[in-house]
Structure formats: structure tokens, C-alpha cells
């Protein structure tokens, strides 16, 4: 008997930690490097710190809009005018985390994971500043709402080579350009590691359609992380 539930707690952790590949600049590397809010606004961080079953990515929902996806061990951030707000999980119970933001505040909403072998329970909390801070360290910047400015990497110094630009395009239909040139999408991670390959230092310009699923700004962000771009921004169009 003991050997059986020994067997299946190695299961249930592994599952809990299968596929566990959130990426993105870490929070230590872009903490200093967040844009200015603008007059009125106030920034929320949503974060998960937890590990524990990175397939489970429900989507982040402000005042009941989708703003960004809960992945393991990341984070996003959304500037927000002043005033009420609720930070929820689609498909889950629990009630939503409420506060009122006011404006050049920023609040911080930990997404946390209760689990055990029947079940896994994700719900949001906001979190004191000196907490999330801490906890931050471990997370990776995942992009959540397209509208928000990818803080930049720290500048290149005087040595490096000089950085050039970069542009992709996602249009309505999905479809990727580089620099206006139309390319298939399963060319796009070779493509970038080439450029990357060329110049390190390149910066990146994403241009999406508003309308163009989130998952589709992520799979455009995951390649250019992975292929070591991490001086991107993102503009909706």
C-alpha cells in the first residue's frame, strides 16, 4: 500500500510540474525599465509564482475583460485608470479580488494554487508590495494585455554593437510579416535566431491586430525570447 501512494505522489508531481516552459525577461532584469504611467492611471501586476501545474493557464479577466493568461512562475502588467477593480479567473469560483486603484498606485495580485490529489484550486489575492516584490524575483514576464510596453532589457553598453530594428506584423488573419515580408508561421523562431545570431542587440517591434487572439501575441513573444530577443515592444493596431 505504501509502495502504491509512494508511485502515485511521484505521478501527481510530475504532472504538476510537466511542461513547466513559461518564458520571457525576468522580473530582476526589467524591474527598473517599466514605461511611466500616464496621468489618471494606475499599474496592476498579476503574478504566479507557483510551479504547480503549468498546463492549467486560465485566462485573467479585469472588471470582466481578458486582459493576459495565469502561467506558472509568471507575470504581466496593466496600466488602468483610476478607480474600481476586479481581477478574476475565467472557469474558476472563487470570487474575484477587489480593490480600488487609485491613480500612479500600483497594485499587486498574486494568483495563488491550492492543490492536492483530487483537485487544483486557482484564485487571486492581492498581496502587500514587499511580498509580491520578493516573490517576483522568480517570475518571467508573459505579456498579458497586447496594449502594455514590454519593459526593455537594460541598454547596451558602449562596447556592444549598436542595436538595429526590427518589425513583425500578426495581422487580422494571423498571418506574421518581418520587416513587410510575409513569412509561414513555422519560420519565424529559425528566422529570428538568425537575426539573432547577427545582432544581439536588435530591437523589436511587434504590431498586432487588436483582435488577434492572445495566445497568438504569446506564441510571437515565445519566439522571440527564444531565440535571446529580448529587446521587444508591442502596438496594437
Known amino acids: ?33 517599466f514605461p511611466p504611467l500616464a496621468a489618471g492611471t494606475g499599474r496592476i501586476f498579476v503574478y504566479r509564482d507557483a510551479i ?18 495565469s502561467k506558472a512562475q509568471g507575470f504581466f502588467y496593466v496600466d488602468q485608470p483610476a478607480g474600481e477593480c476586479k481581477i478574476g479567473l475565467s472557469g474558476e469560483s472563487n470570487p474575484p479580488a477587489s480593490f480600488t486603484l ?6 499587486y495580485v498574486r494568483i495563488n494554487v491550492h492543490t492536492n490529489l483530487s483537485q487544483t484550486i486557482l484564485y ?6 514587499s511580498i509580491a516584490q520578493r516573490e517576483l524575483t522568480t517570475c518571467k514576464y508573459t505579456s498579458g494585455n497586447a496594449t502594455a510596453e514590454t519593459p526593455a532589457e537594460p541598454a ?9 530594428k526590427m518589425e513583425i506584423i500578426v495581422d487580422q488573419g494571423g498571418q506574421i510579416s518581418i520587416n513587410g515580408d510575409p513569412i509561414p ?20 517591434l ?9 495566445q ?12 535571446g530577443l529580448n529587446r521587444f515592444s508591442l502596438q496594437t493596431q
Open 124 to 129: 487571486p489575492e492581492v498581496v502587500d508590495a
Open 1 to 33: 500500500m505504501k509502495k502504491l501512494l509512494a508511485c502515485l505522489a511521484l505521478f501527481v508531481l510530475a504532472s504538476f510540474f510537466a511542461g513547466c516552459t513559461t518564458t520571457g525577461p525576468r522580473y530582476t532584469a526589467v524591474e527598473d525599465n
Open 102 to 107: 487609485s491613480a500612479g498606485q500600483t497594485v
Open 52 to 69: 504547480y501545474n503549468p498546463s492549467r493557464m486560465p485566462a485573467v479577466l479585469l472588471n470582466g475583460e481578458q486582459v493576459g493568461l
Open 185 to 204: 508561421n513555422d519560420q519565424l523562431l529559425p528566422l529570428l535566431k538568425k537575426d539573432h545570431d547577427s545582432n544581439p542587440n536588435i530591437a523589436v
Open 156 to 164: 547596451a553598453t558602449a562596447n556592444d554593437e549598436s542595436p538595429s
Open 216 to 227: 497568438k501575441m504569446d506564441d510571437v513573444i515565445n519566439a522571440c525570447t527564444a531565440a
Open 206 to 214: 511587434i504590431k498586432a491586430d487588436k483582435s488577434i487572439p492572445l
